[in-house]
């Protein structure tokens, strides 16, 4: 109780400022990679898709990283993947029935 309320919580491992830094990225081991960039996509795919954002999240993970840093950067380019992600979860689900 006598933690300042920044050590509340789970610990972050990245400051958030945005968008990552080229720097921090190439020192980081790919699969810190993707938590990095999964880290700051989550959020941004929860504006739209609250309910399945972290299923989209994770089938964007499995893209490149450089791919994946073009779809921090463009609303566009990642709106069109979430879109994607959905067609292709509706597909899935309309087989299973």
């Known amino acids: 109780q006598?933690?300042?309320p920044h050590q509340q919580g789970a610990p972050q491992a990245i400051p958030h400022e945005g968008a990552l830094t080229a720097s921090a990225l190439?020192?980081?081991s790919p699969e810190v990679q993707k938590n990095m960039i999964g880290e700051r996509l989550y959020p941004l795919i929860h504006q739209s898709q609250p309910e399945l954002a972290g299923k989209i999240t994770g089938m964007l993970l499995e893209m490149d990283n450089s791919e994946l840093l073009h779809l921090l950067e463009s609303p566009d380019a990642l709106n069109?993947?979430?879109s994607e992600a959905l067609q292709v979860l509706e597909a899935h689900q309309a087989g299973q029935e």
Request: proline share 11%.
């Open 2 to 4: 006598n933690q300042p």
């Open 80 to 82: 069109s993947k979430i």
């Open 26 to 28: 190439a020192s980081a």
